[in-house]
């Protein structure tokens, strides 16, 4: 267990719909990533923030769009879904404080398929 | 920009024989560099990781990897693999000037046959 959460689990939805993925860091971890894993294109990278401020920005569509709270969390908002958005979706999470090789964290993941 | 390779999509292996992973990046300034493995159905989790002093690192699980500098490479090495090693394999670069985003090679796929 990492101690990075990830809810929900699994999501179903149709094209055109919109859905909220949630995750927590670990606790203390001021920077959040996402990420997007399919089978295709890998595993890319698509956001990162660092204490509520977005600080990476990687292949994100304009249609994708995330935040990170006061409380640390963050969530990513995929909007007008397509089929091909179906795909794992990571968080992961690492204390930066200024030193850039620490790791991440990875959560468990969130599988989306839109049909 | 900064990028990822792994040389090897998918290796197959039988137990007890060596196993050794390619990666290769292309940066040449100061570079964190990791491996991360990910077993079916499960997240990426850390092998281990290179960011100064001995460019030969130990992680877990009986894996090492080697930061060669002139060959923009960190090679991922088991000496003799298990079943239980079957997994995807990520290598994954952090360039000081580049932020904090990461950036992940491809992936490699090990079968361990038993």
């Known amino acids: 267990d990492s101690g990075v959460t990830q809810t929900p689990k699994h999501l179903i939805t149709a094209t055109g719909q919109r859905v909220t993925l949630r995750c927590s860091p670990r606790?203390?971890?001021?920077?959040v990533y996402w990420y997007q894993q399919s089978l295709d294109q890998g595993l890319q990278f698509l956001i990162q923030y660092y204490n509520g401020e977005e600080r990476a920005k990687g292949n994100i569509l304009e249609r994708f769009s995330a935040q990170q709270f006061p409380d640390l969390h963050s969530e990513l908002n995929l909007s007008s879904l397509e089929l091909g958005d179906s795909a794992l979706y990571f968080c992961a999470s690492s204390d930066l404080a200024g030193r850039s090789y620490n790791e991440q964290f990875f959560g468990p993941g969130t599988r989306l398929t839109v049909l | 920009a900064q990028s990822v390779s792994q040389h090897n999509h998918h290796v197959i292996l039988s137990e007890a024989a060596s196993l050794e992973l390619g990666c290769n990046y292309s940066y040449g300034g100061t570079v964190n560099l990791f491996w991360y493995v990910q077993y079916p159905g499960q997240h990426l989790q850390l092998l281990l990781k290179?960011?100064?002093?001995?460019?030969l690192v130990k992680g877990i699980k009986g894996f090492e990897a080697e930061f060669i500098k002139s060959k923009f490479s960190f090679n991922l090495r088991k000496p003799s693999v298990q079943w239980s090693d079957t997994a995807e394999y990520f290598c994954?670069?952090?360039?000081?000037?580049?932020?904090?985003?990461?950036?992940f090679g491809p992936g490699t796929r090990l079968s361990v046959l038993p």
């Open positions: 290179y960011f100064s002093g001995d460019p």
């Open positions: 606790s203390g971890d001021l920077s």
């Open positions: 994954a670069v952090n360039a000081d000037n580049y932020g904090q985003n990461f950036v």
